[in-house]
């Protein structure tokens, strides 16, 4: 029956954190990830990391990409793994960070729990290829 | 299954993580979504649900950000589903009203939840409903449903609420006059939000207007002309009471106070009159025709699919070798031969 049948769709959170202003990526991305048939919550600016978890873990998003462009990742993202990990929501949330990363930050985010990294220059067809390849599908 | 059953659990013990599950479930109609809601439903009953609806960019989700806060400093606990509509070409959506959620951040206890317009028919408003138990069965005091003011859609899904609240902003008289086609008739509340805007007296005095044309019109039946002032002194007609005009500025909660009081004097009448009951056995009748519609146009579905789809009748139909009506009873006639068989049976 078709009431059983579902109707899934990719629910992603893009979050800017910190203190930088620049959305304009973030933009595009929502932007990108609605037009890939994605339902997107933008989060606004200048979100502190309880404020991200509290979004995800509320609209139980399948992916949550962090924007960053400030160079705080190194403290921003860790307190939002650790807050979804509080509610039980790290593992079947797929996360993302985009922004810039220098090299040698990068496997500290990825032993975190960060699924992948998108730099300047990564297409918007590899991220959404990415996360519809990616995002937890088991529901 | 015994994974939904812990779920529930979760969600009746407070846990955020199980609540929003459950409304993912319910969304995206899961497998056993349906046994989810069943459960959920004798732990309902409790909240206070307040629908809210306007043209876009009336002040809604800030309004929404502003009484969320309002009822947190008196101790409530919010449920907030806000409502946006999705592209019909690719369902993709962008939520934006968690944006304007900027009092309440942090605040665990306010539990807003985004939800787009997934398409189908009737959809919507059962997925609302129940996203609207699951949050009453977890046991938050006030729920505020909000959604964009724009047809049909919407006014099936906040008809579901105690009291509906309908924002207007000032303007030219024009969204006054919009407000005739349907949503006039389901305020129970009006609000002229931006009321510090140039226009707001004029939107204010509009609306009083309309009001009580509205209950001395010959067309408004019941409301016949002599109607009694609004009061909870003349509720031998239910249908009486007049929407109460309040005036806020959401930006800086001017006037929140006041909407929650009136909103508050709303449910009181309710209960007085015996409304509140009256409707909600409006509301399950709703739901289950909306639930019987939407059962038998799967069966429907289902056997033609075992028919193997439409296109074989299309061509007959193109063909002049038979018409839509021939096709839609050929279809049907196992299923309503199959229903009459039983209810006969039964009747022996």
């Not at chain 1, 049948?5 to 932007?31: E, S, T, Y």
């Not at chain 2, 812990?6 to 319910?26: F, M, N, Y």
Request: aromatic share 4%.
């Amino acid at each position: 029956m078709s009431t059983e049948q579902g109707q899934r769709a990719i629910r992603c959170l893009v979050a800017k954190v910190g203190l930088d202003g620049h959305d304009r990526g973030a933009h595009v991305i929502a932007r990108a990830f609605r037009d890939a048939g994605f339902e997107v919550i933008y989060s606004g600016l200048h979100k502190s990391p309880e404020e991200i978890v509290q979004a995800a873990v509320q609209e139980d998003v399948d992916v949550l990409g962090i924007s960053i462009l400030s160079g705080a990742h190194d403290t921003l993202v860790p307190k939002i793994i650790d807050g979804l990990e509080e509610y039980g929501a790290l593992e079947d949330t797929l996360i993302l960070v985009g922004g810039i990363v220098p090299e040698e930050d990068r496997d500290e985010l990825y032993e975190l729990g960060v699924a992948e990294i998108f730099g300047p220059g990564s297409s918007m067809e590899e991220t959404i290829e990415f996360v519809r390849e990616n995002a937890p599908r088991d529901r | 299954m015994s994974g939904d059953e812990s779920l529930i659990d979760e969600l009746l013990a407070g846990e955020h993580r199980a609540l929003a599950r459950v409304i993912t479930k319910i969304e995206n109609r899961s497998p056993g979504y349906r046994d989810l809601v069943s459960r959920l439903h004798e732990h309902t009953g409790r909240a206070q649900v307040v629908g809210i609806t306007g043209s876009p960019g009336a002040g809604k989700s800030t309004l929404v950000d502003k009484m969320a806060a309002t009822y947190r400093e008196r101790g409530e606990t919010v449920g907030v589903i806000a409502i946006d509509p999705s592209s019909p070409y690719t369902g993709g959506a962008v939520l934006g009203d968690r944006i304007r959620m900027a009092s309440n951040v942090g605040d665990m206890d306010v539990f807003f939840r985004s939800m787009s317009a997934r398409g189908s028919l009737g959809g919507l408003s059962t997925s609302t409903t129940d996203a609207v138990k699951a949050l009453d069965a977890f046991g938050k005091d006030r729920i505020i449903v909000e959604t964009v003011g724009a047809g049909q859609n919407e006014v099936d899904i906040v008809r579901m609420a105690d009291t509906v609240a309908v924002l207007v902003p000032p303007g030219s008289g024009d969204d006054v006059q919009m407000l005739k086609a349907g949503i006039l008739e389901i305020a129970d509340v009006f609000v002229v939000n931006k009321a510090d805007l140039d226009g707001a007296d004029r939107t204010v005095k509009e609306l009083r207007e309309m009001v009580h044309m509205r209950d001395a019109s010959p067309m408004a039946g019941h409301h016949g002309a002599g109607a009694g002032p609004s009061g909870i002194d003349d509720g031998d007609d239910e249908d009486e009471r007049q929407p109460p005009i309040v005036e806020t500025v959401a930006k800086t909660g001017e006037g929140v106070d006041e909407l929650l009081s009136v909103l508050a004097d709303h449910a009181e009448w309710l209960e007085a009159t015996g409304e509140r009951d009256a409707r909600a056995r409006r509301r399950y009748a709703d739901e289950i025709r909306t639930l019987l519609r939407a059962d038998s146009a799967a069966l429907v579905e289902e056997e033609l699919e075992a028919r193997g789809g439409l296109e074989g009748y299309v061509d007959g139909v193109v063909a002049k070798e038979t018409d839509p009506y021939s096709v839609a009873d050929e279809i049907l006639a196992p299923v309503a031969e199959a229903v009459r068989e039983r209810r006969d049976r039964r009747q022996d």
